[in-house]
C-alpha cells in the first residue's frame, strides 16, 4: 500500500468568521496526536480547567495568549514563537486571545 504523504499551511483554510475555536488533527500515532487550534478572541470559560490525560506541549506560531495555571497567582504570557511543556493533570485553561487578529497553536499531545 503507497504511503500518502500530507502537507498544508499553518494559516490555510481559516475561516472569515471564527464563532468558535477551529481545532484540526495535523497527524496522529498511537502515543501522539499534533493539533493546529486557531484563536481569535477565544478563552476558556472561568468554570473550566483543562485536566487532561496527556502531556501537552504548544507553542504560539502566531498571535498571543495568557494561560492560567490553577494554584498559581501569575498569568503565563505567551507571544509569537513561545513555547510551553504542560503536564498530564496540571490543571489549566486560557484566558485571553486577541480578538483582531488569529492565534495560532501548534499543539502536540503524548501519552507515555
Excluded: C, K, N
Excluded at 65 to 88: Q, S, T
Amino acid at each position: 500500500m503507497p504511503r500518502v504523504v500530507r502537507r498544508g499551511h499553518m494559516r490555510a483554510g481559516i475561516p472569515a468568521q471564527l464563532p468558535e475555536e477551529l481545532v484540526e488533527v495535523l497527524a496522529s500515532a498511537a502515543d501522539v496526536r499534533v493539533e493546529r487550534i486557531v484563536s481569535r478572541g477565544h478563552a476558556s470559560p472561568p468554570e473550566l480547567w483543562y485536566d487532561q490525560d496527556e502531556d501537552e506541549w504548544v507553542v504560539v506560531l502566531a498571535g498571543a495568549a495568557r494561560l492560567a495555571i490553577e494554584g498559581e497567582a501569575e498569568e503565563i504570557a505567551l507571544a509569537e514563537g513561545e513555547w510551553i511543556d504542560l503536564p498530564r493533570h496540571l490543571r489549566h485553561r486560557v484566558t485571553w486571545t486577541p480578538p483582531d487578529r488569529d492565534t495560532i497553536w501548534l499543539a502536540v499531545f503524548r501519552r507515555r
